[in-house]
């Protein structure tokens, strides 16, 4: 079985968030191998996806991500 791409493991975190965050450590583990192995430097997640897309609920998600090694973006 293969890795998971970046894309895959954004995949992942988004179900996982709608999931009530279930394993979402699991998923920014395996985001951040991914990214590594891709050379990717920051993640890019779409607000729309997720549970809380304002302001304050992507700063939550930055900081906590942040805290796990990966840099996130969000696009517009």
Known sequence: MSEP????AI??????LQADNADLNLHIATLKA????EGVKEAVFD???LAQGNRSGRKLMQAYFRQRGVAVKFST
């Open 47 to 49: 607000p729309a996806k």
């Open 34 to 37: 991914a990214m590594a192995r």
């Open 5 to 8: 791409t970046v894309a895959e």
């Open 11 to 16: 995949d992942r975190i988004y179900e996982s």
